[in-house]
């Protein structure tokens, strides 16, 4: 019986450490939102997106490309989506050390980035991928856009870097 006793103690141990050495999970949090996506649309050119911090955090763009949103655009043979071309552009970063915060309940005017993932900027009649493939231009896209939940400056990059997805919308040019 002794034997019985002990173990009994050393299980009643484990679970008082357990209780006290147990952190909880962060829960997770919403994701800001996108707005001013509507479908169906025909043309890149007339979408006028909005970021909407609907979180109860603040969050944070890249000072690099604040404001830039990239398409995404669903490949209905795989069920994938695929990126559309970026644009690499030279430049200097202005106050490269100061963070871009959203604060929760605020809005901020963002950039569709769409030039490059189109074949011709006047006249488009195919969506370039990130890896040059040609893809009919009529179809179901989506804008995602890159955020923290921490500063995020030229110098420092967050360890997480989260993305943000629009409702999808179906283009017919």
Same mark, same amino acid.
């Not at 915060?101 to 006047?122: C, N």
């Not at 890896?131 to 923290?148: H, K």
């Not at 870097?161 to 919308?169: K, Y």
């Given at each position: 019986?002794?034997?019985?006793? *002990? ?6 141990? /484990?679970? !008082? ?10 829960? =997770?949090? /919403?994701? =800001? ?12 050119? #007339? ?5 909407? *911090? ?8 890249? &000072? ?5 949103? &990239?398409?995404?655009?669903? *490949?209905?043979?795989? %069920?994938? +989506?695929?990126?559309? %071309?970026? =644009? ?5 970063v202005?106050?490269?050390s100061?963070? !871009? ?12 980035? @769409? #030039? /490059?993932?189109?074949? #011709?900027? #006047?006249?488009?009649? +195919?969506?370039?991928t ?13 804008? $995602?856009?890159?955020?923290?939940e921490?500063? @995020?400056? $030229?110098?420092? &990059?967050?360890?997480?870097?989260? *993305? ?10």
């Open positions: 019986m002794p034997y019985c006793k *002990n173990s009994m103690t050393y299980g009643v141990g /484990l679970i !008082i450490c357990c209780f006290f050495f147990t952190k909880e999970a962060p829960s =997770p949090t /919403l994701a =800001p939102s996108i707005r001013g996506v509507s479908t169906p649309c025909r043309s890149f050119a #007339d979408i006028k997106i909005t970021l909407a *911090n609907t979180t109860a955090i603040s969050v944070f763009l890249s &000072r690099v490309w604040p404001t830039a949103a &990239r398409l995404q655009r669903l *490949n209905p043979a795989t %069920g994938k +989506w695929e990126f559309g %071309g970026w =644009p690499i552009r030279c430049g200097t202005v106050d490269a100061k963070p !871009i915060e959203i604060k929760p309940g605020a809005s901020r005017a963002m950039d569709l980035e @769409w #030039d /490059l993932s189109v074949d #011709d900027r #006047d006249q488009p009649k +195919w969506f370039i990130a890896d040059d493939t040609q893809r009919a231009l009529s179809g179901t896209y989506r804008i $995602v856009l890159e955020y923290s921490e500063p @995020w400056t $030229v110098f420092h &990059r967050p360890k997480r870097v989260l *993305n943000t997805f629009s409702t999808q919308f179906v283009l017919h040019p």
